[in-house]
T-cell receptor, first 116, second 116 residues
């Protein structure tokens, strides 16, 4: 089984609808992230969480909210979807290991969201 | 400012050719990490390598090799004897300390097409 899973994998919705994307991990990592990928722009960080009680905005958080329900679960919500939120969304996890001062991020398979 | 530039948007080669993907980064931090990720047509992001700013040794892993040169702020990736399965988008990323967590900054990616 995959270490980082995302549901749904594909979603088509209409403008104004509320959408939730879910991420689960079995890696036991404390840190979780949500990114969006747009063609030609690489990945941009939406939100990140160091643990259940620590949630932080990334560079493009407007229009999004998140919930860290448990160490292993981190969901991303679009309260009122708009067409320019059409993108590929990735969840990632990382773990700051003892003795290292950076943490490698491991990504889920992505969710392709289309807002009509 | 921190930035990653992958000047090659798309590269097309014939199988068995060697190919180098360029990555140039900008940061004023003295401690940083560099990454390469692979995104095959299926869409997931696969971690390939992490390098810290204090270690300029080149690395080889099978047909993959990485050349890190601080003098030119580059972290180039070479695939030797390319194969069709190497067709993917490759992302270079820079990790720097950003107020308590290691922010991952992605380049725009290079799409590699390997033809039989």
């Amino acid at each position: 089984d995959a270490d980082v899973t995302q549901t749904p994998r594909n979603r088509i919705t209409k403008t104004g609808k509320r959408i939730m994307l879910e991420c689960s991990q079995t890696k036991g990592h404390d840190r979780m992230y949500w990114y969006r990928q747009d063609p030609g722009l690489g990945l941009r960080l939406i939100y990140y969480s160091f643990d259940v009680k620590d949630i932080n905005k990334g560079e493009i958080s407007d229009g999004y909210s998140v919930s860290r329900q448990a160490q292993a679960k981190f969901s991303l919500s679009l309260e009122s979807a708009i067409p320019n939120q059409t993108a590929l969304y990735f969840c990632a996890t990382s773990d700051l290991r003892m003795g290292a001062n950076t943490d490698t991020q491991y990504f889920g398979p992505g969710t392709r969201l289309t807002v009509l | 400012a921190q930035k990653v530039t992958q000047a090659q948007t798309e590269i097309s080669v014939v199988e068995k050719e060697d190919v180098t993907l360029d990555c140039v980064y900008e940061t004023r931090d003295t401690t940083y990490y560099l990454f390469w990720y692979k995104q095959p047509p299926s869409g997931e992001l696969v971690f390939l390598i992490r390098r810290n700013s204090f270690d300029e040794q080149n690395e080889i892993s099978g047909r993959y090799s990485w050349n890190f040169q601080k003098s030119t702020s580059s972290f180039n990736f070479t695939i030797t004897a390319s194969q069709v399965v190497d067709s993917a988008v490759y992302f270079c990323a820079l990790s720097v300390d950003s107020g308590g967590y290691n922010k991952l900054i992605f380049g725009a990616g290079t799409r590699l097409a390997v033809h039989p």
